[in-house]
């Protein structure tokens, strides 16, 4: 249980998923997906802290243009950001899913902070090992936030926000997070989203718009081969917290990208015909790979404009207000619950 204080009202707040409970659930998922056909991991579990790490690499990775492009609009767009999500005026909660390690939102929160913004921060990520670091650094790095971390998945904690206090909700969501859904799933994401927000709520939303396949391509494939740990790792993950035997040199990264439809997609190949096996409560579960056989882990959807307004649209949101790096390759969108 965790004890918060929030506009001087202490309020308690179970976790959203105590240890063991996670570890069960992280269990089940690998065990399905795993005995799937075709097999199947789910990318959120990435994010351990091992992934974490990984993913700070990629993010400073030559061919991985998705962050750069997002911090451009971030840093040089951080004034018209901050106007655009506090038009509607009064104090606000600025809840943001999957927060990771803030370097991006750090521009509009220091900004909010300096211009004296009635806010407080809400974080929301799947990884303990973030909100604990975020909990720690910002209030050294940006002095005068009011920070609440909230650890567990993001719809139990949106509803966990609602509970605490009754401030207007700005929702951010972005590095593209949304492309890590296939299309009918972020359509269903936007709506549920919705579904947790009041009329006059905003979400602000990050989406990697298409452009030249091979640039496209070249971000899930980097030479230093930095994704393809990071996909790995999550066989690594299984063997250390579920005492599986993966030998991971066993299987390679293969990613794909159809412009045509905007799919970007990573699998892992299995390079030989093998055999390995789960501890579960259950006992040892053994799972059989055939030489060749994929296992998909990962989409990373392309939008156009007219795409992500569309979405946006069918969710009962109307777009506010948009902004774009200087090549056009990705967009910051405003959302309005209407």
């Known amino acids: 249980?965790?004890?918060?204080?929030?506009?001087?009202?202490?309020?308690?707040?179970?976790?959203?998923?105590d240890e063991a409970s996670a570890d069960d659930l992280f269990c089940k998922n690998m065990l399905e997906g795993l005995r799937s056909n075709p097999k199947h991991l789910q990318s959120k579990y990435f994010y351990?802290?091992?992934?974490?790490?990984?993913?700070?690499?990629?993010?400073?990775?030559?061919?991985y243009?998705?962050?750069n492009c997002e911090l451009e609009i971030f840093s040089e767009n951080t004034a018209a950001l901050a106007r655009a999500i506090m038009v509607p005026g009064g104090a606000f909660d600025l809840i943001e899913l999957g927060a990771g390690d803030c370097t991006k939102s750090s521009y509009l929160l220091s900004h909010l902070v300096q211009t004296g913004a009635d806010f407080t921060y809400m974080p929301i990520d799947i990884s303990a090992n973030i909100i604990d670091y975020l909990n720690l650094q910002l209030p050294v790095t940006?002095?005068?936030?009011?920070?609440?971390?909230?650890?567990?998945?993001?719809?139990d904690m949106l509803e966990k926000a609602a509970e605490v206090s009754e401030n207007r909700k700005v929702v951010l969501f972005l590095g593209s997070n949304l492309g890590n859904m296939e299309p009918a799933n972020a359509e269903q994401f936007c709506r549920e989203l919705r579904g947790h927000l009041k009329p006059g709520d905003l979400a602000l939303?990050?989406?990697?718009?298409k452009k030249c396949p091979y640039t496209v391509l070249a971000a899930y494939n980097d030479k230093e081969g930095i994704t393809r740990r990071f996909n790995l790792n999550?066989?690594?993950?299984?063997?250390?917290?579920?005492?599986?035997?993966?030998?991971?040199?066993?299987?390679?990264h293969f990613p794909v990208y159809d412009p045509e439809t905007g799919a970007c997609k990573s699998y892992l190949?299995?390079?030989?015909?093998?055999?390995?096996?789960?501890?579960?409560?259950?006992?040892?579960?053994?799972?059989?790979?055939?030489?060749?056989?994929?296992?998909?882990m990962e989409i990373s959807q392309k939008y156009t404009a007219q795409q992500v307004n569309q979405l946006g649209k069918q969710a009962s949101f109307e777009t506010a207000e948009s902004f774009f790096d200087s090549r056009g390759w990705f967009m910051d969108t405003v959302w309005?619950?209407?």
Do not use: H, W
């Open 1 to 17: 249980m965790t004890m918060l204080k929030i506009n001087d009202n202490e309020i308690t707040i179970p976790k959203a998923l």
């Open 205 to 209: 939303i990050g989406i990697d718009l």
């Open 234 to 252: 999550l066989l690594e993950r299984m063997n250390r917290e579920l005492e599986a035997d993966f030998e991971v040199a066993k299987f390679d």
């Open 48 to 63: 351990d802290a091992a992934g974490d790490s990984i993913f700070r690499e990629i993010m400073n990775c030559e061919e």
């Open 142 to 155: 940006i002095p005068g936030i009011r920070i609440t971390g909230l650890n567990g998945e993001y719809f």
């Open 336 to 338: 309005l619950a209407i």
């Open 269 to 296: 190949i299995s390079m030989a015909d093998q055999v390995i096996t789960l501890n579960t409560k259950e006992g040892k579960q053994a799972i059989s790979f055939a030489k060749g056989e994929a296992v998909f």
């Open 65 to 67: 243009y998705p962050f």
